[in-house]
């Protein structure tokens, strides 16, 4: 294995001050002690983080290029997470921007299983974008959620997942809603004869996951909603392994509590990590993504990798149908496009709106 992977920092600092700051996240992210304090000779040639490079940004910030001994890696997704932000993400001039990993450590990991060529035979769409709803509001009885869902599955949208506040709660246990609602897709896509996938939503510890897992698959259901940042990345990857048929989506909740950039962390990781599609805020809606952002995101979901697999991007919160043209026109179609409120405000008509989503998908000229 290459013996160091490229951590890449964005860091606040006058051109004065920036070498010195630089040497000290290096050391920070790896021994984390002073370097004069080490007189293993091992350690200070294999061990010590390294300053690649340091370029001015023009904006009072600086890129600063750090090379991290793999070995200190694990290899394992926390300790990974912990060498490359650990400490120093309590630094707040200082942002987690991208990674440069070995190949060697990719194949650690392995990337979406499923992924957007997977994806796309089990929504039945190789040559359109695909669709998604979220199913809400949290506090409805799992007979009211399965409801919606049935109205949603007729409209023949391809993907319903639930709310990410949907967990175990008592006016909704997990177990009762899952069976309620694969149910009601089931019985509305033997009324259309179209596939509509109901992804429902995990939480709670590692056991607790793949009991919630094994309760999916008895329900036979083959795709599931993990917020990685809310279960923790080493269980997304325990699931990933043991589970190589289950699909994952992924929800951003809680990343926007590291200063780590959306594109590396929702995009990158996510996918080097096993998710198979990545939700994240869409610019114009209810959240400041913008749109350089948005398509540095997409850009790190779906770019060739050696040896890893596209990640769907999903963008998503707040989105309207009547923005289905200009966002197929950002993003192409390799996306899925996921309009929840905006359908769900239809009330009587959810059903009508739901259907005239999907068609606008697919009639959509991806030329």
């Given amino acids: ?38 007189d293993d000779p091992i350690v200070l040639r294999d061990i010590v983080g390294a300053v690649e490079a340091i370029e001015d940004r023009g904006d009072g910030s600086f890129t600063v290029r750090l090379g991290l001994a793999v070995a200190t890696t694990g290899p394992e997704v926390g300790q990974l997470m912990n060498m490359l932000f650990g400490n120093t993400s309590m630094h707040d001039d200082v942002t987690l921007e991208d990674v440069a990993f070995p190949p060697d450590m990719l194949a650690q990991f392995g990337g979406p299983r499923i992924g957007l060529a997977g994806l796309r035979i089990r929504a039945g769409a190789q040559e359109r974008a695909m669709t998604c709803t979220a199913l809400k509001p949290q506090g409805l009885p799992s007979s009211g959620l399965a409801a919606i869902a049935s109205r949603f599955a007729l409209g023949g949208i391809d993907f319903i997942k639930d ?15 899952v069976r309620a609602c694969a149910d009601a897709v089931a019985n509305a896509c033997r009324m259309t004869g179209r596939v509509t996938r109901y992804l429902p939503s995990l939480s709670g510890n590692l056991d607790q996951l793949r009991d919630q897992i094994r309760i999916s698959i008895e329900a036979e259901l083959d795709c599931v909603l993990i917020a990685p940042m809310i279960v923790g990345l080493p269980s997304l990857l325990a699931l990933r392994h043991e589970y190589p048929d289950i699909a994952i989506m992924s929800h951003p909740a809680l990343a926007g509590a590291a200063r780590i950039a959306p594109p590396l962390l929702l995009g990158k990781l996510f996918r080097l990590f096993g998710v198979d599609a990545t939700v994240f805020p869409n610019h114009g ?10 398509r540095a995101l997409a850009d790190q979901a ?15 919160g707040g989105m309207t149908t009547d923005r289905v043209p200009e966002m197929l026109d950002f993003y192409g179609r390799d996306v899925m496009l996921l309009i929840g409120g905006g359908l769900l405000a239809a009330r009587e008509r959810l059903t009508a709106e739901t ?12 030329r």
């Fill in 163 to 177: 709310d990410h506040g949907l967990a175990n709660q008592r006016y909704s246990p997990f177990a009762e809603r």
């Fill in 302 to 316: 779906r770019a060739p990798w050696p040896g890893i697999a596209a990640c769907v991007p999903v963008p998503a």
């Fill in 1 to 38: 294995m290459n013996d160091r992977l490229t951590a890449i920092y964005r860091v606040r600092s006058d051109a004065q001050s920036i070498e010195a700051r630089a040497q000290a996240i290096a050391v920070e992210q790896s021994i984390e002690m002073p370097v004069t304090a080490v």
């Fill in 285 to 294: 809606g209810r959240f400041s993504y913008s749109p350089a952002t948005c």
């Fill in 355 to 366: 259907a005239a989503f999907q068609t606008s998908v697919e009639n959509y000229d991806y």
